[in-house]
Structures are given as structure tokens and as C-alpha cells.
């Protein structure tokens, strides 16, 4: 089968005129030089092949398993409900009765910000918690009304009611809960939870403190008893802050109890943090207590509502002393298909990218802040699964947007929740609230309401401790949080989500796009333990520290390592960092190598280059007109030299660290072509060589063997078959195995005291294959070619010292592109290699033209 695809894909491409054999990877024929035939039969060479369309295609295109494992993980809970026991059902239980608990008057509260009726915060509520189980891969997040969804709801009612004031608001909240919950499990569906990551933590930061900023601005009015005619609280924080001072002195009974509701709250969680302090062998004991504070307090103020209004019987609310909630229906009274049209939704469409921003951010980021905290990972794809059915299942019952809340979650966390379960819990409790509780909810003062939604959002802003660690970590994304944090208290909330996103999002480009790489040096080191140098792998510890055993590699107490020239990354600048070799310059891509920033790269690299390199031949420009209009070097005159005498190096090799890199594209690799090609004129008429470390992925090693790269760009007629490469080599088992290691340790060392002792004349090739790399060897009087890996074979440098019959060894990456090294030390010592071999037969040329 493949080889049919093969022959007719060349078939194809023959009669498109395309040129498959468009390079040579050896730089000549077969049967010219010693490194150019390979063979991939021996078991100890390797050749790479490139990947395949077809094979990133099988590997992209999810199997039958993958799509099995698919469908599989829309359910998460069919992996562990099977294992479900009575330990479980007792840490849910305590965990979803307390959440239910608290949800009741939050939801209600949360209602009033959405501009609906308090008993569709019950119904939210419900459909949350029920629905969420299903598809939850975090057993702590807790989905339901919030404050800041809450009050883009109630935006968006408002918003509406302006223009239709015929909807009513539970519809509009009801179309909008569809919609955004469609485009969010869209997303999950299709597995797009990586989006969420775009999203900073500044972002995060400064959408939460600006909206508990704007919502507990906005509840002072109500808090306060001010008339909502005196006090808008839909308009810009600012605004609501200087109206509010405004009106103060028009305030009534209300405030009495809902300052007096806001005091208690804060006095009780002191409390109760100070005896959990103090008294840490009851210290679960004081956190229930201290979660329950506002279902405690809204108890009391219910109390004292109906103490003051007994004569009202349940009806006519407008004739108690202070506002109150008054009759909430029982059941599900709104329950039904949610009117859905399109003329509703462009409506609110302008809210569309807000209340889709705002379900996600709530949501992922308390979720993978709780799977951090609790040791578990959570699915950001199937997250987004979750809180998409439960918005687009919520409205039949009556529910509006929600999404996951900060303070249940942190509750629901600390009182030990085993599973996704406890939700079922909490939506029991709800529903015993919506069927029986709903008299005792026409007492609760609306102020204590208020008091409730402020001290919950007061956790919710980001404490001055925090942004000055923020300050110390990124101060520039410090100024995008305060950027968001004012837009949204001089406008709106919507504009602070943007701002933030947006702001985020050019700051990463800007990296991306500036992003500068750094010249290295080669600096070598030594390892000290106290006054002792370490000695290497095999050094032994004894009570004076490390001792060396015989036969240990003295060359291994020291080693090279690369540091920017500029010391920019923080070493000490004292350390002298220099280009390890006149004309060979090691660069270092600081992030990715792609298009946006493949300019800035090069610009800044070829800049360094010619101005501490020579042109190779300065006077190479036959006549006066040949010469480029900006360079202003040499004479006017052609073939006149320089009075100037320029000791700089010629450029003779390049090494690229792709440590950094993991893809590349079109651009970037042109960019490189025309580097190479602009750099090969420079040194005309010698080739520049281009060494690439550490490159971590075959398709980037595919894209740059097409341009070229990867193996010597010598001419055929320069007559430079002398060129062998260097490769990197490791031990295929034998003596280094674990289990042979143990049993002829010391054979090994007296084998190589012993072969030590009778070799002689060690050349260059063997000293570095200490540091694991070979050379081939080639005898110089040979003008036959040998296969390189009977080459490799034969090496002398593949046994340094080690009897043929206790280790096998093999090259680590593909003989066919030698200029594709596994790290910068190999990439370094081939390039020296071949800058010495060129000046070698330089100095040969120019011997015979005198």
C-alpha cells in the first residue's frame, strides 16, 4: 500500500514538474567521500527519516479508541461512581448540607443584582448543582448564581427593558443563559479549554477586585435604605460612590439593620477565626460554625423582620417599616420552554463576548486553583462541558447565567467533600427551600440582603500584600491590573474584561514579537562541594569529602559551559565569556522561532556578526560598480588594499541553540535562507557552516533540511573531500547496564588501566571522544571510500579503553544530517573541526601558489 502511494505521488509530482530530489543531503555523491554512503541495516547506526503528511495525519486523527475515550470523558463520573462508599457519602453529605445552606440567601441576594424576582436565584441554584455532577471533573467547584454574572445579567435586562420593555426580565436572563451556555459547551465539545490560558492572571486579579468593587458600591444604596430614584446604581462606580455620599443624609430605618447586619457578619468570622486559632484541636468544629455565619445571621434578621411586621399575616409588604422581601412563590412557577428568538439575541449579542469571558474566568480559574490545592487535575475542556449544559438545562426550569462562585467553592472545599456528588446533596436542600421555606423568605429585610452580598465580594478583591508580590514578580502586568481595576470603576465591567484581555494579549505579543536571542560563550567550570572539587560520577565520599577511585576520568572535575556574553541572564559579570573560537558564534533563541519575531532575531544577529567579523575577501569586487551602495569599506579604486589594517576574524560557522524553538514556519525558515545567503556573499568565497543544537522536534528538523541545513554547503569543485563529520555517540547497554554494572566493575577498570598503558599517540579524534563524541576515522593515503558505518565499527574512539565484547555503542541522531547535533558542546566541536580542516587546506592552496 505504501509503496504503491509512493510511486504514484512521484508519478504526480513528475508530471508537475516538481523536483523531489531537490537536495543532497551529503553535499556529493555516494561514492566520493568516506561520510556520504550510510546503511541502515547495522543495529549501531541511524539513520533519521523524516516524518510523513500520512504519519502526522494517523497521528492527528483520532482512532476508534481515542474516539471511544472521547465520548467516554463527557462522563466523567462513570469512572469513579462505581467505587462510590459509605465514607464518600458521609464527606458529601457534610459538605453538600452546608453549601445548601449557604447558597439559599446568596442566591436570593444574587437574584436582586440580576434585576429578577429572588426566587430564580433558587431555581439557578438548583439546576447548578444538580446538572453539574454529570460532567464535573472537580469535585470542589460549585456552580450557581454570582455576583459579578449576576450584575452583566442584570446589565443586559436593563439593557433590553430599554428597548423592549414587553419582555420581561427572566426571559431576556433566560435567552442569555442559552446562548452563552451553547457557545461555552461548543468550545468543551471541540476540546478548546487551552483558550482559557490566554487569559492572565492579572486579567483574573483585576476583573475580580473591580467588579466586588462595583457590586459592593452598588449595594450601599440598598444597604443604606436610600431610594433607588436618588441613586442609580447601573451607572459607573464612580458615580455611584459620589451619589451615594450625596444621599446619605436621605437614609432610613433600613440602615440600622443592614449596618448593624454587615458588623455582625465581619464580628463572627473574627471570631471564629480567632478560637480556630486558639483552639486547633476544635478547629473543624469553629469552621462550621463560621460558614454558617450568614444563614446564622439572616435567621436573626428574619427573626426580627417578623417581630416587627406581625400584623401583615404574609401580605402587603409595602406597609413594613423597612423594605423586605415579600412573597416568593412556591415550587417552580416559571418553569417552561425559554422563549429563544433571534430578535432577542441581537438584543444582547454586544454582551455576548462579556458573558462568555466572565462564565470561563470564574469558572476554570477557581477550578484549577482548587485541583492545585487539593492534588487533582481538572479538565478545562470538559469544565467548559459542565457549566455549557447546566446554562443551556437551567432556563427550563427558570434559571439565569451562572457559573462557579469563589466563596461556596472555598466552603465547600473545607468541609470536606469527597465527590461531584455533594452537588445532589445541596440541590435537595435547595429544593426542600424552594417547596417549604418560602414563607418564612417574605421576612428577610432586603438591607440584610445587601449586607450578605457585600461581605461575601469583600473576599473577592486582591489584598495590597498580594499586588506588591505581583509588583515584585511582573511590575508591568501590576500596571495592567490596575488599568482593568480603574476602567471598570470609571466605566463598566464589560470594558474592564476587555481592557485586561486585551492589554494581556499585547503584552504577549510584544515579547513574541521583540523577542532578542543572546550570543554565548564558553566558560569552564568546576564543581565544589565546601573546599572539595567533585570529580565526576564515579567519585566516592569519604570523611574528608569526595575521593576520586582509580581509573576515574580526571576530565570530568571540570566542564563547559555556555553563558551569555552580555551576562544578561544574571551570572556574575565577572566571569569573562568570550566566542569559543575566532569567527564561530553560538546564538540562542530566548522563546519560539516562528514568523512575528523571525525578523527581530536575525536583524539583531547579522548586526553582531559584521561588526565584530571581517568581510573574508574585502577587495572582491572586479570592478567599482560591483560593489553593494552601503559598503563603504576598502578603497575607491578596485583590487587596491586597505591602509587599514582590520585583525578582526572572518565568519566561518554559526550554531543555532533550538532549545527554545519547538515548531517552525515558512517565514522563519526563509528568513533563515536569506540570512544564509546575505552571510554566504559576506564570506565569499568560503561557505558560512550552520550547526543546529538541540533541536526537539522532527518536523522542525524537516523543514530546515528542506531549506538546506543540516548537513556542509561545500561546492562540488572545491575539492574538499577531506571533510568527515563529528557525531555524538552513547552505550547500547553491555558493561554500563544496571545489571552487569555490579558484576564486572572492577574487571572494567583494570581492563582500562591496562589499555590505557598500551595505547599511544592518542590523537585529536580520541581525546574528544572522551566527552562522547566521534570521529571517523579515514586512512590518509586512502582514496577509496569505506560506509561509514564500518567506519563507526572500526573507531578506535567507540572503545576508549573498554573491551569490544562488554559494550555496544550507537550514534544518538541521523547520520545523514550531520550538522544536527544533540547538544551545543558537540554542535561547537564539529564546527571548530571543520573551521580548522578550511584553514588547513588554505594555508595548502596558498603554499602551492607561491
Given at each position: 500500500?505504501?509503496?504503491?502511494?509512493?510511486k504514484?505521488?512521484?508519478?504526480?509530482?513528475k508530471?508537475?514538474?516538481?523536483?523531489?530530489?531537490?537536495?543532497?543531503?551529503t553535499?556529493?555523491?555516494?561514492?566520493?567521500?568516506?561520510?556520504?554512503?550510510?546503511?541502515?541495516?547495522?543495529?549501531?547506526?541511524?539513520?533519521?527519516?523524516?516524518p510523513?503528511?500520512?504519519?502526522?495525519?494517523?497521528?492527528?486523527?483520532?482512532?476508534?479508541?481515542?474516539?471511544?475515550?472521547?465520548?467516554?470523558?463527557?462522563?466523567?463520573?462513570?469512572?469513579?461512581?462505581?467505587?462510590?462508599?459509605?465514607?464518600?457519602?458521609?464527606?458529601d453529605?457534610?459538605?453538600?448540607?452546608?453549601i445548601?445552606?449557604?447558597?439559599?440567601?446568596?442566591?436570593?441576594a444574587?437574584?436582586?443584582?440580576?434585576?429578577?424576582?429572588?426566587?430564580?436565584?433558587?431555581?439557578?441554584?438548583?439546576?447548578?448543582?444538580?446538572?453539574?455532577?454529570?460532567?464535573?471533573t472537580?469535585?470542589?467547584?460549585?456552580?450557581?448564581?454570582?455576583?459579578?454574572?449576576?450584575?452583566?445579567?442584570?446589565?443586559?435586562?436593563?439593557?433590553?427593558?430599554?428597548?423592549?420593555?414587553?419582555?420581561?426580565?427572566?426571559?431576556?436572563a433566560?435567552?442569555?443563559?442559552?446562548?452563552?451556555?451553547?457557545?461555552?459547551?461548543?468550545?468543551?465539545?471541540?476540546?478548546?479549554?487551552?483558550?482559557?490560558?490566554?487569559?492572565?492572571?492579572?486579567?483574573?486579579?483585576?476583573?475580580?477586585?473591580g467588579?466586588?468593587?462595583?457590586?459592593a458600591?452598588?449595594?450601599?444604596?440598598?444597604?443604606?435604605?436610600?431610594?433607588a430614584?436618588?441613586?442609580?446604581?447601573r451607572?459607573?462606580?464612580?458615580r455611584?460612590?459620589?451619589n451615594?455620599?450625596?444621599?446619605?443624609?436621605?437614609?432610613?430605618?433600613?440602615?440600622a439593620?443592614?449596618l448593624?447586619?454587615?458588623?455582625?457578619?465581619?464580628?463572627?468570622?473574627?471570631?471564629?477565626?480567632?478560637?480556630?486559632?486558639?483552639?486547633?484541636?476544635?478547629?473543624?468544629?469553629?469552621?462550621?460554625?463560621?460558614?454558617?455565619?450568614?444563614?446564622?445571621?439572616?435567621?436573626?434578621?428574619?427573626?426580627?423582620?417578623?417581630?416587627?411586621?406581625?400584623d401583615?399575616?404574609?401580605?402587603?409588604?409595602?406597609?413594613?417599616?423597612?423594605?423586605i422581601?415579600?412573597?416568593?412563590?412556591?415550587?417552580f412557577?416559571?418553569?417552561?420552554?425559554?422563549?429563544?428568538?433571534?430578535?432577542?439575541?441581537?438584543?444582547?449579542?454586544?454582551?455576548?463576548?462579556?458573558?462568555?469571558i466572565?462564565?470561563?474566568?470564574?469558572?476554570?480559574?477557581?477550578?484549577?486553583s482548587?485541583?492545585?490545592?487539593?492534588?487533582?487535575?481538572i479538565?478545562?475542556?470538559?469544565?467548559?462541558?459542565?457549566?455549557?449544559?447546566?446554562?443551556?438545562?437551567?432556563?427550563?426550569?427558570?434559571?439565569?447565567?451562572?457559573?462557579?462562585?469563589?466563596?461556596?467553592?472555598a466552603?465547600?472545599?473545607?468541609?470536606?467533600?469527597?465527590?461531584?456528588?455533594?452537588?445532589?446533596?445541596?440541590?435537595?436542600?435547595?429544593?426542600?427551600?424552594?417547596?417549604?421555606?418560602?414563607?418564612?423568605?417574605?421576612?428577610?429585610?432586603?438591607?440584610?440582603?445587601?449586607?450578605?452580598?457585600?461581605?461575601?465580594?469583600g473576599?473577592?478583591?486582591?489584598?495590597?500584600?498580594?499586588?506588591?508580590?505581583?509588583?515584585?514578580?511582573?511590575?508591568i502586568?501590576?500596571?495592567?491590573?490596575?488599568?482593568?481595576?480603574?476602567?471598570?470603576?470609571f466605566?463598566?465591567?464589560?470594558y474592564?474584561v476587555?481592557?485586561?484581555?486585551?492589554?494581556s494579549?499585547?503584552?504577549?505579543?510584544?515579547?513574541?514579537?521583540?523577542?532578542r536571542?543572546?550570543?554565548?560563550?564558553?566558560?569552564?567550570?568546576?564543581?565544589?562541594?565546601?573546599?572539595?572539587?567533585?570529580?565526576?560520577?564515579?567519585?566516592?565520599?569519604?570523611?574528608?569529602?569526595?575521593?576520586?577511585?582509580?581509573?576515574?576520568?580526571?576530565?570530568?572535575?571540570?566542564?563547559?559551559?555556555?553563558?551569555?556574553?552580555d551576562?544578561?541572564?544574571?551570572?556574575?559579570?565577572l566571569?569573562?565569556?568570550?566566542?569559543?573560537?575566532?569567527?564561530?558564534?553560538?546564538?540562542r533563541?530566548?522563546?519560539?522561532?516562528n514568523?512575528?519575531?523571525?525578523?527581530?532575531?536575525?536583524?539583531?544577529?547579522?548586526?553582531?556578526?559584521?561588526?565584530?567579523?571581517?568581510?573574508?575577501?574585502?577587495?572582491?569586487?572586479?570592478?567599482?560598480?560591483?560593489?553593494p551602495?552601503?559598503?563603504?569599506?576598502?578603497?575607491?579604486?578596485?583590487?587596491?588594499?586597505?591602509?587599514?589594517?582590520?585583525?578582526?576574524p572572518?565568519?566561518?560557522?554559526?550554531?543555532?541553540?533550538?532549545?527554545?524553538?519547538?515548531n517552525?514556519d515558512?517565514t522563519?525558515?526563509?528568513?533563515?535562507?536569506?540570512?544564509?545567503?546575505?552571510?554566504?556573499?559576506?564570506?565569499?568565497?568560503?561557505?558560512?557552516?550552520?550547526?543546529?543544537?538541540?533541536?526537539?522536534?522532527?518536523?522542525?528538523?524537516?523543514?530546515?533540511?528542506?531549506?538546506?541545513?543540516?548537513?556542509?554547503?561545500?561546492?562540488?569543485?572545491?575539492?574538499?573531500?577531506?571533510?568527515k563529520?563529528?557525531?555524538?555517540v552513547?552505550?547500547?547497554?553491555?558493561?554500563?547496564?544496571?545489571?552487569?554494572?555490579?558484576?564486572d566493575?572492577?574487571n572494567?577498570?583494570?581492563?582500562?588501566?591496562?589499555?590505557?598503558?598500551?595505547?599511544?599517540?592518542?590523537?585529536?579524534?580520541?581525546?574528544r571522544?572522551?566527552?562522547?563524541e566521534?570521529?571517523?576515522?579515514?586512512?590518509?593515503?586512502s582514496?577509496?571510500s569505506?560506509?561509514?558505518?564500518?567506519?563507526?565499527?572500526?573507531?578506535?574512539?567507540?572503545?576508549?579503553?573498554?573491551?569490544?565484547k562488554?559494550?555496544?555503542?550507537?550514534?544518538?541522531?541521523?547520520?545523514?544530517r550531520?550538522?544536527?547535533?544533540?547538544?551545543?558542546?558537540?554542535?561547537?566541536?564539529?564546527?571548530?573541526?571543520?573551521?580548522?580542516?578550511?584553514?588547513?587546506?588554505?594555508?595548502?592552496?596558498?603554499?602551492?601558489?607561491?
Open positions: 500500500m505504501d509503496e504503491a502511494r509512493t504514484a505521488g512521484h508519478g504526480v509530482a508530471a508537475l514538474g516538481i523536483k523531489l530530489d531537490y537536495r543532497n543531503e553535499g556529493d555523491t555516494k561514492l566520493s567521500r568516506g561520510e556520504s554512503v550510510f546503511s541502515v541495516e547495522s543495529a549501531d547506526n541511524y539513520v533519521e527519516y523524516e510523513t503528511i500520512w504519519e502526522w495525519m494517523a497521528n492527528t486523527w483520532p482512532s476508534k479508541r481515542a474516539w471511544w475515550e472521547y465520548f467516554k470523558s463527557l462522563f466523567p463520573f462513570t469512572s469513579w461512581i462505581h467505587l462510590y462508599n459509605l465514607q464518600w457519602l458521609a464527606g453529605l457534610v459538605a453538600g448540607i452546608t445548601g445552606a449557604v447558597v439559599i440567601p446568596q442566591g436570593m444574587y437574584a436582586k443584582l440580576a434585576e429578577l424576582p429572588v426566587e430564580f436565584g433558587l431555581y439557578s441554584s438548583f439546576m447548578g448543582v444538580l446538572v453539574y455532577w454529570f460532567f464535573a472537580s469535585k470542589d467547584i460549585t456552580i450557581g448564581p454570582v455576583a459579578v454574572m449576576s450584575t452583566i445579567t442584570g446589565n443586559v435586562v436593563l439593557h433590553v427593558q430599554e428597548v423592549r420593555p414587553d419582555l420581561e426580565p427572566h426571559v431576556v433566560s435567552a442569555l443563559a442559552i446562548i452563552g451556555g451553547a457557545i461555552v459547551c461548543f468550545l468543551g465539545l471541540i476540546r478548546l479549554g487551552w483558550l482559557v490560558d490566554f487569559i492572565s492572571l492579572a486579567s483574573i486579579s483585576a476583573f475580580m477586585t467588579a466586588a468593587i462595583n457590586i458600591c452598588g449595594q450601599v444604596r440598598a444597604l443604606m435604605g436610600i431610594s430614584d436618588l441613586v442609580d446604581t451607572d459607573s462606580t464612580y455611584v460612590i459620589i451615594t455620599l450625596k444621599h446619605l443624609p436621605d437614609t432610613s430605618l433600613d440602615a439593620l443592614g448593624s447586619c454587615l458588623a455582625m457578619l465581619y464580628i463572627v468570622r473574627s471570631g471564629f477565626n480567632y478560637l480556630a486559632r486558639k483552639q486547633p484541636n476544635r478547629r473543624k468544629i469553629w469552621f462550621f460554625c463560621n460558614t454558617l455565619r450568614s444563614v446564622f445571621v439572616i435567621l436573626l434578621y428574619t427573626l426580627i423582620g417578623w417581630l416587627c411586621n406581625l401583615l399575616n404574609g401580605k402587603n409588604s409595602e406597609r413594613s417599616p423597612f423594605a422581601l415579600g412573597r416568593v412563590p412556591r415550587g412557577q416559571d418553569a417552561g420552554v425559554p422563549v429563544v428568538t433571534s430578535d432577542i439575541i441581537s438584543l444582547f449579542a454586544s454582551e455576548l463576548p462579556a458573558t462568555v466572565v462564565l470561563l474566568i470564574e469558572h476554570i480559574s477557581i477550578a484549577k482548587f485541583g492545585r490545592i487539593n492534588n487533582y487535575t479538565n478545562p475542556s470538559q469544565e467548559m462541558v459542565a457549566i455549557g449544559v447546566s446554562n443551556l438545562l437551567a432556563p427550563f426550569l427558570g434559571g439565569y447565567p451562572a457559573t462557579g462562585s469563589f466563596s461556596r467553592t466552603i465547600k472545599s473545607k468541609a470536606g467533600v469527597r465527590t461531584p456528588f455533594a452537588g445532589v446533596i445541596t440541590a435537595a436542600v435547595v429544593l426542600i427551600a424552594i417547596y417549604g421555606l418560602t414563607a418564612v423568605f417574605f421576612y428577610i429585610p432586603n438591607s440584610v440582603l445587601s449586607a450578605v452580598i457585600i461581605h461575601a465580594v473576599d473577592l478583591i486582591t489584598p495590597p500584600n498580594t499586588v506588591y508580590q505581583f509588583w515584585r514578580i511582573s511590575p502586568e501590576v500596571i495592567i491590573f490596575f488599568a482593568g481595576v480603574l476602567v471598570t470603576v466605566s463598566t465591567i464589560e474592564g476587555y481592557t485586561t484581555v486585551c492589554a494579549l499585547a503584552l504577549l505579543l510584544f515579547r513574541v514579537f521583540k523577542a536571542g543572546r550570543f554565548l560563550g564558553r566558560v569552564k567550570i568546576h564543581s565544589v562541594i565546601g573546599d572539595h572539587l567533585v570529580e565526576g560520577s564515579d567519585a566516592k565520599y569519604g570523611p574528608n569529602g569526595p575521593q576520586s577511585v582509580p581509573g576515574n576520568d580526571p576530565d570530568k572535575s571540570a566542564r563547559n559551559i555556555f553563558l551569555p556574553i551576562h544578561e541572564d544574571g551570572s556574575n559579570p566571569i569573562h565569556a568570550e566566542h569559543p573560537y575566532p569567527g564561530i558564534f553560538i546564538y533563541f530566548s522563546e519560539g522561532y514568523y512575528p519575531n523571525a525578523n527581530h532575531y536575525l536583524d539583531y544577529m547579522t548586526s553582531v556578526i559584521f561588526k565584530e567579523t571581517r568581510r573574508t575577501n574585502p577587495h572582491s569586487f572586479p570592478r567599482l560598480g560591483d560593489r551602495w552601503n559598503d563603504a569599506g576598502g578603497s575607491r579604486k578596485p583590487q587596491e588594499p586597505s591602509l587599514v589594517q582590520d585583525d578582526r572572518t565568519l566561518k560557522a554559526i550554531i543555532l541553540d533550538f532549545s527554545s524553538v519547538n517552525v515558512l522563519s525558515v526563509q528568513h533563515l535562507i536569506d540570512v544564509r545567503n546575505q552571510l554566504d556573499r559576506y564570506t565569499t568565497p568560503e561557505k558560512v557552516q550552520w550547526h543546529f543544537a538541540c533541536i526537539n522536534n522532527r518536523w522542525t528538523k524537516r523543514a530546515l533540511a528542506a531549506a538546506g541545513f543540516g548537513y556542509p554547503s561545500i561546492e562540488e569543485d572545491d575539492g574538499f573531500h577531506r571533510w563529520a563529528i557525531f555524538s552513547a552505550e547500547m547497554g553491555g558493561f554500563d547496564s544496571a545489571a552487569a554494572a555490579a558484576e566493575a572492577e572494567r577498570r583494570e581492563t582500562r588501566l591496562q589499555q590505557m598503558d598500551i595505547e599511544t599517540g592518542r590523537s585529536l579524534s580520541r581525546q571522544s572522551r566527552r562522547e566521534v570521529e571517523p576515522i579515514e586512512e590518509a593515503d582514496d577509496d569505506e560506509d561509514l558505518d564500518r567506519q563507526l565499527q572500526k573507531s578506535k574512539a567507540y572503545k576508549e579503553g573498554v573491551p569490544e562488554d559494550t555496544r555503542v550507537a550514534v544518538v541522531q541521523g547520520l545523514n550531520p550538522y544536527f547535533h544533540i547538544d551545543l558542546t558537540s554542535a561547537l566541536q564539529s564546527a571548530i573541526h571543520t573551521a580548522e580542516i578550511l584553514e588547513a587546506k588554505q594555508g595548502s592552496d596558498h603554499q602551492k601558489d607561491n
